[in-house]
Each structure stands twice: as structure tokens, then as C-alpha cells.
């Protein structure tokens, strides 16, 4: 299949083409209208919001937490309001969990689909849909543990190039930095060196990646119809990304020699090269946001709480005493890229505990379906096929019958005795449950860990907040903010050793000189 072009796409513009539109437009227009502005109903059963619905529904796509907890905090278990023509439920309680993660019929991709619209629809490639069964079979096949074990050399050595310039201005912001990074080190996972090394098509995949988060307007969701400016950076982020991966997996597939990289595993799979973008496209999306904004709260978090910090300080200390030899003279990513992945995966509780529960405070988006299957009850609620279900994850995560303090940082809550996340059935859902828990929950912990021992071991820091400051205490996640999961306010990593690594000292000396590592400097690399 040839590489759509997106330029010729938008400026070339047939008679035809403006025809067809033009008729479509005028067919379209008033009956979406109609559909957008008919007063909604009230149904026996679940309370209906009412009023004009594109008016009702505007701020569940601009202020989305808000908006459902306004409701259920009036005293509302259940509600309903209209998005275009579908019907939307709003659910909260045990009850509705036990269906919401487990009945069949519910589908999680046409959920997202439909009322998330960030994603890349494939239908801008002419990429033929892949099945949700079909795309969480090549993650399993890509996460699986030898694939991991390949690809983790090269993730520490991408942190450590990326790092580099961190930290000369003294002050870094984890919501561009961190990002940043995890997005690089994922799509190394789902891709291939050649793209990982050059800098410039990474540049460029991270803007159009942005670009797209972006465009998911409630313009482009209420109105989708009306050739809005959204909608057209939509579709042309969608033909960029398409185009420059389609690039790279050309490149691999012409390699006289296979390599061990995702790429080249999809291509031994039998994957076509467009199935092979809508995979990566798919891995990126459903990774790059939770995993970066899970590792920058993970840092935030223990900038304000020395008791958890030095735990599992202590913990990589251990881990590198373990398994790497301390006398020899190596660049730190290399000592840590030496360390096995069930070391990694199993002698950090500590870690685990501290991810565990920034991922309770921090997981608070809704959870969409769709019913594709037969109606269902719940209570005197009947769920109709082709009904939207939204389930918010702070009926849990945030709730106060479940968790003591729920906005408090507290890991050792989890722990023998205290187990709150075991009141109620479906409590803990930092990595789904029931039908469709995360697929890539190896991967993302493994990514996390990377990072954040690349960086506790490799800087030092302190919070600050925009003035210079240390703030008193944490800033409150802005719950509203589902694209990029920052504060309010900002918050910033001040690197307390800028001025010696201007002057040339390398990441990790300080750490391995105050472990008592003494032979072992740490190597430029
Ligand atoms: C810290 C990082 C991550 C967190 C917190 C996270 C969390 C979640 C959660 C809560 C769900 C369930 C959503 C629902 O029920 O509606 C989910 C599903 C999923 N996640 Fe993740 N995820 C992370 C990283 C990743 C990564 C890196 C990938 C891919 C490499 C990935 C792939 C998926 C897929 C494919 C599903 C849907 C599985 C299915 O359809 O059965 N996730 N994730």
C-alpha cells in the first residue's frame, strides 16, 4: 500500500471530494444538531441530567473529574446524559464495578474509541481495525521476558544519552523531562534502534504525538462533522506518525540480518507493515502517558517524604552490591543494565510499594465501555446495548470507607495487616482488573525503574516550585488535566549537583562515594 501523503491530502482538493463533502455537511449538519440539541429525557431507573446535551456534555470533556464527582457527590450512584446520539451511565459503587470489569459484552476499545478520541484512528491510514484480542496478543509477545532482557541494555543506554543535558540550568521540569524520556525508552520497546538513535525523527515523533493528545477537542468529539482545526490536526498527527514509523519498519524489513527489536519480531510474526504501525501506534498511546506521569508523581512523591526515599535508596543500594561488581570502573547505566530483570522485578518491595501507591493516588481517570453485548441489570438499571458506561477510578482510589486519608502518601498501607486494598471487591485498579487488566504492566514497571534508578542513583534533588522555593507541601494533581496528569502549580526537580557536573563530575559518583562503594568511581561514558 502506498504511504498516504497528508500534504497532498489537505491542500489538494477535487471538485468532487468538495461535492461530497458539501453534501455530506448539509445532510450532516442538521441532523447532528437535532441530535446535540433535543432536551434530554428522563428514564425510569437512573437519573437522567437533562438539559441540551451537547451543553451537558461539554464539560465531561473539558473538566471530565468534575464533572462526574459534582454529580456523585449530590448523592447520585448512577446518572445518565447524551453524547451525540449515544447514551452515557455514569457508575459508581461495588456493584457496578463487579459488572463494569467483568461482563462480556462490555468492550474496552470501543469505549476509548468513541468518547476518548486521542488515540490515532486507523482509519485516517486506511489501517484495517486490529481486533482488541488480536493487539494484546503482539504486546504479550513483545513483553515476554527474553524480549525484556534484549531491550533493557538499550533502555538504560537511552537515559543515559537523554540525561546528559539535564540539570545544567540547575532545574528541571519532570512534566517535559520525564516525559520526555519515557516516551523515548517506549519507543524503543516498541520499535527499533535505528529509530531510537536518531534524534531528529524522535523530535518529530514526539510533536506529532502531542499534536494528537491535543486535538481529542470536545469540538472534535461533539461535532464531528464540522472540519474544525482539531480535526485536521488530528488526522494529519495520525499520517505524520503513520508515515515516519512506516519508515522504519520498510528499513527493518529490508535488513539482511534480523535483529531482536520489536519490529523484527512483528515482522517474523507475519504482520503486514501497516498492522505492524498500528501495533507500535497502539503500545505508544496506551503507554507513554500513564508510565511518564506514574515515574514523575513517583519522584514528587518522594522529594516530600525522606522516610520512603531512603528505603529505596537503600534498596538500589543493595541491589547494586548484589549484582554488580562495585570495584570495577564502569558508567552507571552499563553497572545497572548488568543487573537481571528478576532483580529488578523482585528484590525492590520498597520500589514496588512506593509505585503501587502513587499509582492509587494519581489513577483517578475514568474508565470507559461499551455494551456490544446483551442488556444488562444493575439494581433497577438497565444497561442497553450500545449504552456507554464511564466508571471513575477515584470511587475507589480516593474513596474514604476504603483507604484512611486517601490523598495521603502512605506505601505501607498495602502491607501484612493493614491490606486496605482488600475491603471491598475491585478496590485496587492502578492496573485494571477483571476483563482487561494492563498488558503492559511488565513492560511499564520495568520502564519506571529505569528511570528512576538512572535517576536517584544518578542526581540529586530537591523539590521547588516556580518562584525557587521548597514548597510546604506537595502541589494537588490536577485531576482534570487526563492528557498530561500534571500539578497545579507547577512543580520543578532542582539538581543539587549542576554546578559540580559542570565542572565535569559524572551522574552516580556522589551516590557510590556515600555508599562506601570507595574503588569504585564511576566512569564518562
Ligand atoms: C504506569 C503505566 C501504566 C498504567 C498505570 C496502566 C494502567 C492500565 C489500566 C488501569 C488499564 C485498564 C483500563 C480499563 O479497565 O479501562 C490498562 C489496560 C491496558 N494497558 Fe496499561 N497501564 C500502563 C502502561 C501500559 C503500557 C506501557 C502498555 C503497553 C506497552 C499498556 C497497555 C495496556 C493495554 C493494551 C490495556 C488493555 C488491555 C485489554 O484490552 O485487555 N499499559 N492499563
Redesign the pocket.
Same mark, same amino acid.
Given at each position: 500500500m502506498p504511504t498516504p501523503n497528508p500534504t497532498v491530502l489537505t491542500l489538494e482538493w477535487p471538485l468532487t471530494q468538495s461535492a461530497i463533502f458539501f453534501t455530506t455537511l448539509a445532510i450532516s449538519v442538521p441532523m447532528t444538531l437535532a441530535i446535540l440539541l433535543r432536551p434530554s429525557k428522563s428514564k425510569a431507573g437512573v437519573h437522567d441530567l437533562g438539559g441540551i446535551p451537547i451543553f451537558t456534555a461539554w464539560t465531561f470533556f473539558t473538566k471530565r473529574y468534575d464533572f462526574l464527582w459534582k454529580h456523585f457527590n449530590s448523592g447520585k450512584k448512577y446518572f445518565q446524559f447524551r453524547v451525540l446520539q449515544h447514551r452515557v451511565i455514569a457508575l459508581s459503587g461495588e456493584e457496578a464495578r463487579k459488572i463494569f470489569?467483568v461482563e462480556q459484552g462490555l468492550s474496552? #476499545?470501543e &469505549?476509548?474509541r468513541i468518547l476518548m478520541g486521542a488515540a490515532p484512528r486507523l482509519e485516517d491510514i486506511n489501517v484495517r481495525d486490529i481486533q482488541?484480542g488480536d493487539? =494484546?496478543k503482539r504486546?504479550l509477545l513483545?513483553?515476554h521476558k527474553d524480549q525484556v532482557l534484549d531491550v533493557l541494555p538499550a533502555l538504560f543506554e537511552n537515559v543515559n544519552r537523554r540525561t546528559k543535558d539535564w540539570g545544567n540550568e540547575g532545574r528541571i521540569n519532570p512534566f517535559k523531562e520525564v516525559y520526555d524520556l519515557v516516551f523515548q525508552i /517506549?519507543v524503543r520497546? %516498541?520499535t527499533c534502534q535505528e529509530l531510537a538513535e536518531n534524534k531528529d525523527d524522535i523530535e518529530r515523533l514526539t510533536q506529532h504525538y502531542w499534536d494528537l493528545e491535543k486535538s481529542a477537542t470536545p469540538v472534535a468529539l461533539l461535532l464531528p462533522w464540522f472540519p474544525s482545526q482539531a480535526k485536521k490536526a488530528q488526522r494529519n498527527s495520525t499520517r505524520a506518525l503513520f508515515t515516519l514509523l512506516h519508515k522504519y519498519v520498510d528499513l527493518r524489513r529490508k535488513a539482511p540480518v534480523p535483529s531482536s527489536d520489536s519490529i523484527d519480531t512483528l515482522i517474523a510474526y507475519g504482520d503486514t507493515n501497516e498492522a505492524i504501525v498500528g501495533v507500535i501506534m497502539?503500545?505508544i498511546f $496506551?503507554? =507513554?502517558i #500513564? /508510565?511518564g506521569?506514574?515515574?514523575c508523581w513517583i519522584l514528587l512523591n518522594l522529594g516530600v517524604n525522606p522516610e520512603w526515599k531512603s528505603k529505596v535508596m537503600e534498596e538500589l543500594k543493595t541491589l547494586i552490591t548484589n549484582h554488580t561488581n562495585t570495584l570495577f570502573k564502569e558508567p552507571l547505566h552499563k553497572r545497572l543494565a548488568a543487573i537481571p530483570l528478576s532483580a529488578w522485578e523482585e528484590e525492590l518491595p520498597a520500589l514496588d510499594l512506593v509505585?503501587r501507591e502513587t499509582?492509587r493516588i494519581t /489513577?483517578s &481517570?475514568t $474508565?470507559? *465501555?461499551r455494551n456490544l453485548g446483551k442488556d444488562i441489570l444493575l439494581a433497577d438499571t438497565t444497561l442497553r446495548r450500545g449504552d456507554f458506561l464511564a466508571?471513575s477510578?477515584a470511587d475507589v482510589h480516593l474513596n474514604a470507607d476504603i483507604y484512611t486519608d486517601p490523598t495521603k502518601f502512605a506505601p505501607g498501607r498495602f502491607t501484612k495487616g493493614k491490606e486496605e486494598d482488600q475491603k471491598e471487591t475491585y478496590t485496587y485498579? @492502578?492496573? &485494571? =482488573? @477483571? *476483563?482487561?487488566?494492563? %498488558? @503492559?504492566?511488565r513492560?511499564?514497571?520495568m520502564?519506571?525503574k529505569v528511570v528512576l534508578a538512572m535517576f536517584l542513583v544518578g542526581f540529586e534533588y530537591e523539590l521547588v516550585d516556580s518562584s525557587g522555593n521548597f514548597p510546604k507541601e506537595l502541589p494537588l494533581q490536577d485531576r482534570n488535566d487526563i492528557q498530561q496528569v500534571r500539578s497545579a502549580p507547577m512543580i520543578f526537580l532542582r539538581d543539587l549537583r549542576a554546578g559540580d557536573r559542570l565542572k565535569g563530575s559524572i551522574p552516580g559518583t556522589a551516590f557510590f562515594e556515600r555508599q562506601g562503594f570507595k574503588d569504585s568511581l564511576v566512569m564518562s561514558s
Open positions: 470489569f474496552l #476499545n &469505549g476509548y482488541e493487539f =494484546v504486546l513483545l513483553i /517506549t520497546m %516498541a497502539g503500545i $496506551a503507554g =507513554v #500513564n /508510565t506521569a506514574t515515574s509505585i499509582l /489513577t &481517570g $474508565a470507559i *465501555r466508571y477510578l485498579i @492502578g492496573w &485494571g =482488573v @477483571g *476483563r482487561h487488566p494492563c %498488558a @503492559g504492566m513492560i511499564a514497571k520502564e519506571m
